[in-house]
């Protein structure tokens, strides 16, 4: 196989730990399919799909559905996180060891955050015996609308989303509960100035925390939602500029591990009104220009993107992801860091749109993506 590449960046392809592909029970939003097709296009031949389907991935059953069908599309590797507790409720316990065997590489309740401490507790020891990433939303949704964003654009709108200290509450927690444990824990889209600040603390500590953040944090503040509404409607909100600053420093520093999209596709129909509009943005197909415009600034070198996007979760995962070992069957993508093109209905590979970024130029795009030695995504 021979590819023209001058000018561009060949790296391993991107690994992404945190996807929500709505399938089994949603696919009016994305499937199966359609995300793999617009995940390739982004670089990614790794995802970690989100078990807040329907049913919800908290059974073998369940978890053996999305393996078949992500190896039956056969573009990318699609591995389950299965649910840490049943139906998501955040009262018992799934059995992770059937999860496990039936294929899954994490456990999560995402979306709906674990809560109970002691649940969490037993849920990190017994999934560290298995070898299973423990992965929470960062935030205490118990303490969501009882407080308020004092002053911040959401509370002059009247819009109530979760206050900060949800989060800073809850990664406080759940690292303690690392330290104590000695159990490894993953802290999902990280938001908050005050919460790197912990995770930093904790790391120095010795403590095995990791964190990822989304794209569109590192890139927007709350004044997003001025301009763009319910397409900037997401869990955690965006925040502050303050915030914004603190996140940049900690994905060049270390703190953060890696860049995960947290791709949640929603219809037209479910992000209307920004009250009523349910929280989340696709992903994919713009990590990658997002990810460029830091290299770009100077918050983070090359190298570093690609710790970020592939080296760091394949590592989390305890899989081989994108790497480069030589003799093994390559996943790797072509990118052209240049290139500026537009998201939209001719690009979209996704069910959905529902993204601040729609109709806007991009640059940097994904040249070729090669998954296990074969082109799976071409744009030339
Ligand atoms: O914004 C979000 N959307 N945050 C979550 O935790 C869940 C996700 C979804 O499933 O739509
Ligand atoms: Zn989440
Ligand atoms: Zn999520």
Known sequence: ???????????????????????????????????????????????????????????????????????????????????????????????FYALKMAGCVALTDDGSPLTDSLLMKRALQLAKQLGLLVMNHCEDDKLAYGSINEGSISDLLGLSVRPVEAEDILVARDCILSY??????????????????????????????????????????EKEILSSGADA?????????????????????????????????????????????????IGLQTALPIALSLVREGHITMQRMVELMSCNPARLLGIEGG????????????????????????????RSK?????????KGKVLYTIYRGKVVYSDV
């Open 1 to 95: 196989l021979v590819l023209h590449v001058e000018g561009c960046v060949v790296a391993p392809a991107f690994v992404d730990i945190h996807v929500h592909m709505r399938d089994p029970g949603q696919t009016y939003k994305e499937d199966i399919e359609t995300a793999c097709r617009s995940a390739v296009a982004g670089g990614f031949t790794t995802l970690v799909c989100m078990p807040n389907t329907e049913p919800p991935i908290d059974n073998p059953h369940v978890a053996r559905y999305v393996i078949q069908k992500g190896e039956k599309i056969g573009l990318c590797n699609v591995l389950p996180a299965g649910a840490i507790t049943k139906g998501r409720k955040g009262k018992e316990l799934t059995d």
């Open 180 to 221: 104590r444990t000695g159990c490894p824990v993953h802290i999902q889209h990280v938001s908050s100035a005050l919460s790197v600040e912990i995770i930093r603390f904790f790391k120095k500590l010795g403590a095995p925390v990791s964190c990822e953040v989304n794209p569109y944090h590192l890139l927007f503040t």
């Open 233 to 281: 409607k997401v869990n955690p909100p965006l925040r502050r500029e303050e915030d914004r600053a603190a996140l940049l420093e900690a994905v060049a520093d270390g703190t953060i591990d890696c860049i995960a999209t947290d791709h949640a596709p929603h219809h037209t129909s479910e992000k209307e009104l920004v009250s009523f509009a349910l929280p989340g943005m």
């Open 323 to 350: 790497s480069l070992r030589p003799g093994s069957e390559a996943n790797v993508v072509v990118f052209d860091p240049e290139r500026e093109w537009t998201l939209d209905q001719h690009t979209n590979l996704s």
């Open 354 to 362: 529902n993204t601040p970024l729609w109709g806007k130029k991009l």
